[in-house]
């Protein structure tokens, strides 16, 4: 009978154990699952928020066709010939079509009248480069390998370029964002390469906007070009553009800038990474008679509005080109692995509605944007670019869109802090002594760019991290596997984990 019941108590044991290992298995692997699904969700949401902004911007071009088109058909209207050989119908159908009033919708022109003067005023005077906005293509296959039929149209419909040379056994990894392929080194590869192409979508990851200016004393282009530039690697220079905008109207100026950076990036010109544009004359408005205001000389108050619309141009410019945009000077120095650093903070933060995120605590340096909502910006600069400089007039429209007049100072700043987000140490270092501004000296520099780090920012490959030990204060494994920060936990104890899944195997020879 002990025997028995001894049997019986086995059983039960080993049965719990195994309904307990099911379930714990079960819960993991829906966890993980999660996770992934998480993971599309945000690439998906960032992908449709730039779908709506191409879908407007679209739109905005088909009612400005349809605008020139009334304007022929009321043109024609005068001359009783002009319409003699089309039908009835046709006739009928433009009358209605030049009588429709819609009501008349503020845009640049409310604020710039002096644009409609010129035919030319919103192009660039001076444009180089390949004019690169995320398709990558390489030469050596004409057309996607081993694709079944079906798929092809689908992607192409969702807006993957297949003129691509990877074959469809390579592809590890399909979502709304991105394909990926195994690479050799452990790293998914997501970028065009000699070896491996990622079918890109239509945009790429960030725009890196610096204007410059002619400076007097010395200009520090070239330095931080070459700061940006070679602190790339080559997959993360086929996924961005760097765009230095001119803001000068001397057009023998602007050519000898463009030689001057032809000869020195020649390469980076010709693959696309590097763009340069200039402003055509018509598009400044007249700057002598402008309204002194808050202590500013007259000088000041011409320099930082023509700053404002130098700004604009350039946002108007980078807003097709990528996901996210990020603010420049021409006067800065950038920290090794910044740029995975800043897209792998704003990914993580893609399921929040944060409006700018901050790499610098400087002025308008190293501040982010998500490129649907650079239309807002420059509307709103556009209409108050006389009054305020630019950091001034951002902080308005923070204010503008989350603070209570009812409420105290302190609570608006609260809320202001879930729209613009700080991220420490800064990436972007001012170095530049001499102001754009004839005569300033500016001996700015950014404190926390100096700050000694207590972990050395890094770039693993994908993976999830997750850990039985008790964090402390925020420090998390997962920032810390993001190069983000450094892991701080309680005193671990028998059976607590860190543990590692990699998204597919990977060679580890060594951690540090």
Known sequence: MRLRNGTVATA????????????????????????????????????????????????????????????????????KDALVNFSDETQKLLKDLSNRKPLQVPNIY?????????????????????????????????????????????????????????????????????????????????????????????????????????????SYLSETLHSLIDKLSPEEKLDCVIIVYVGETDVDYVHSVVAGLEKEFTTELSSGLLEVISPPTAYYP?????????????????????QNLDYSFLMMYAVSKGVYYVQLEDDIVAKPNYFATMKNFALQLSSEDWMILEFSQLGFIGKMFQAPDLNLIVEFIFMFYKEKPIDWLLDHILWVKVCNPEKDAKHCERQKSSLRVRFRPSLFQHVGL??????????????????????????????????SVKVYQGHTLEKTYLGEDFFWAVTPTTGDYVLFKFDRPVSVEKYV
């Not at 590869?189 to 204007?211: H, Y």
């Not at 002194?292 to 108050?301: A, L, M, Y």
Request: proline fraction near 5%.
């Open 110 to 218: 409310h604020h710039m009248p002096h644009l409609l003067n010129n035919e030319g005023s919103l192009h660039p005077a001076v444009q180089v480069g390949l004019g690169r906005t995320g398709d990558h293509a390489c030469d050596e296959c004409p057309s996607p390998l081993g694709f079944p039929p079906l798929l092809i149209p689908l992607l192409a419909a969702v807006g993957f370029d297949l003129s691509g040379c990877v074959h469809f056994a390579d592809v590890i990894k399909i979502n709304y964002y991105h394909l990926t392929v195994a690479g050799e080194d452990g790293f998914d590869q997501t970028v065009c390469s000699r070896r491996n192409v990622l079918f890109s979508p239509l945009s790429v990851t960030m725009v890196m906007g610096i204007p410059t200016v002619k400076r007097k004393v010395k």
């Open 286 to 306: 007249e700057l002598a008679n402008l309204k002194e205001t808050f202590g500013d000389s007259r000088e000041r108050v011409k320099w930082r509005t023509k």
């Open 434 to 467: 001499h102001s754009s501004l004839a005569g300033k000296i500016q001996k700015l520099t950014d404190k926390d760019f100096l700050k000694p780090l207590l972990h050395k920012m890094h770039v693993n490959p994908p993976a999830e991290v997750s850990t």
């Open 12 to 79: 039960i044991i080993f049965f719990t154990s195994f309904l307990s290992l099911s379930w714990y298995t079960a819960w993991q692997n829906g966890k993980e699952k999660l996770m992934v699904y998480q993971r599309e969700f945000h690439a998906l949401k960032e992908r449709l928020r730039v779908a709506e902004h191409r879908t407007l911007q679209r739109s905005s071009e088909l009612n400005h066709i349809l605008e020139q088109f009334r304007r022929a058909i009321a043109d024609t209207n005068s001359s």
